[in-house]
C-alpha cells in the first residue's frame, strides 16, 4: 500500500511562490500516476494537477495551468507542486493521491491512495 505524505504549506502572500512536496511512504509511487487536488469549506475536491509515470505527461486544471508546475523524482520517490502567482482563491487545503493507473487523470474516482494533505493560505 502506497501511503503519499504532503509537505510545503503555509501562508504566502498574493503573487508570492510555495512548493509542495508528496512523497511516498510504503510502497512506492512508481508506474503510477500521482495527482494534487484541492479542497475548501463545503466545496467539491477541485483537481489540480496530474503526472503520469514515467513523467512525459502532465495535466493541469486551467485555473492553475501556467501558473503551477507538477514534476517527480522517482529516485525520491517524491513528487513536487511548484506554485508561482499565488491568488487568494488559491487557498485551500492541498490533497496528493496516487493514481490505479499510469497515466494521467483528472477524477478522483481514478485515484486509489490519498494523502491527509497541507494547508495553503494566500493573503491578499
Known amino acids: 500500500q502506497v501511503q503519499p505524505v504532503e509537505s510545503g504549506g503555509g501562508l504566502v502572500q498574493a503573487g508570492g511562490s510555495l512548493r509542495l512536496s508528496c512523497s511516498a511512504s510504503?510502497?512506492?509511487?512508481?508506474?503510477?500516476?500521482v495527482g494534487w487536488f484541492r479542497q475548501t469549506p463545503g466545496k467539491e475536491r477541485e483537481f489540480v494537477a496530474s503526472?503520469?509515470?514515467?513523467?512525459?505527461?502532465?495535466a493541469y486544471a486551467d485555473s492553475v495551468r501556467g501558473r503551477f508546475t507538477v514534476s517527480r523524482d522517482d529516485a525520491k520517490d517524491t513528487v513536487f507542486l511548484q506554485m508561482n502567482s499565488l491568488k487568494p482563491e488559491d487557498t485551500a487545503v492541498y490533497c496528493c493521491?496516487?493514481?490505479?493507473?499510469?497515466?494521467?487523470?483528472?477524477?478522483?474516482?481514478?485515484?486509489?491512495?490519498w494523502g491527509q494533505g497541507t494547508q495553503v493560505t494566500v493573503s491578499s
Open positions: 510504503g510502497r512506492t509511487f512508481r508506474v503510477r500516476a
Open positions: 493521491a496516487a493514481a490505479k493507473t499510469h497515466m494521467v487523470r483528472s477524477s478522483t474516482t481514478d485515484y486509489e491512495y
Open positions: 503526472i503520469n509515470w514515467p513523467g512525459d505527461n502532465i
